[in-house]
């Protein structure tokens, strides 16, 4: 869920010469979403040891009492804070950075993730396909989420009885009305005899009548046209 801030503060003020505006813009997303402080740095991190993180990185902090109690895994709102970075950064930003590294802090703790630019370019893309699944869903359109699915993914007899499956939901729930990405996580599957490697995304749905949850597992590595949800779970 999002957590509203009475006291949003971002701590620009020494930043304001050294940050682009789209680099602005994604700190300002992490703000508005999570709340509490944010604050933002840049760096460069070479290591002899391999397993560590190397090249140039973006760093977002986030002060918020809240997370620890919200959130099991709190490596969840971290991936949310490095996508909402990376996908507003420019196509040229993008390449310029190699990771980009999100420390949530709480009264006592500090935990640290890092998130290469290859993933974040992954989860970008599939946040796209997100938002088109989400869209058939808030015009009701159910046929058009089933269609989202690729066909290796989803037995015929399912297919056949889905739509009216998501129709009989929204009787009792209401129309599907906002989402929320709440992050991701990289997977991998066999689909039709390959392994494919997969996005899972994370999801908070508002309705007309009661709030949900969603996990979508979207393959963002194919062409427009091609069916890119390989996996939909609907948690109420």
């Known amino acids: 869920m999002k957590i509203p801030s009475l006291y949003l503060s971002l701590l620009l003020g020494l930043l304001a010469g050294c940050t682009s505006p789209t680099e602005k813009q994604g700190l300002d997303a992490v703000a508005q979403f999570y709340g509490d402080k944010v604050s933002y740095s840049k760096g460069s991190h070479l290591s002899t040891n391999a397993a560590e993180p190397q090249g140039k990185y973006l760093e977002v902090k986030v002060f918020n009492t809240k997370l620890s109690k919200e959130f099991s895994d709190l490596r969840l709102p971290a991936s949310n804070c490095a996508y909402l970075t990376y996908s507003s950064l420019a196509p040229a930003e993008r390449q310029a950075y190699n990771y980009v590294k999100v420390t949530l802090q709480d009264s006592l703790t500090e935990h640290s993730y890092t998130f290469k630019a290859p993933e974040l ?24 989420v ?70 979508a597992v979207i393959n963002p590595q194919l062409r427009p046209n091609e069916k890119f949800l390989y996996g939909l779970n609907i948690l109420d």
């Open 121 to 144: 370019a992954l989860a970008t893309q599939a946040a796209t396909d997100l938002d088109r699944l989400m869209t058939h869903f808030k015009d009701r359109d159910y046929n058009g």
């Open 146 to 215: 089933v269609n989202s699915f690729n066909p290796a993914t989803l037995p015929p007899d399912v297919r056949a009885n889905l739509p009216t499956s998501l129709a009989e939901l929204e009787k009792k729930t209401g129309p599907v009305t906002q989402y929320y990405l709440q992050g991701y996580a990289l997977t991998s599957a066999p689909v039709a005899g390959r392994s494919q490697q997969l996005v899972r995304l994370f999801v908070t749905v508002q309705r007309a009548q009661k709030a949900g949850k969603l996990l």
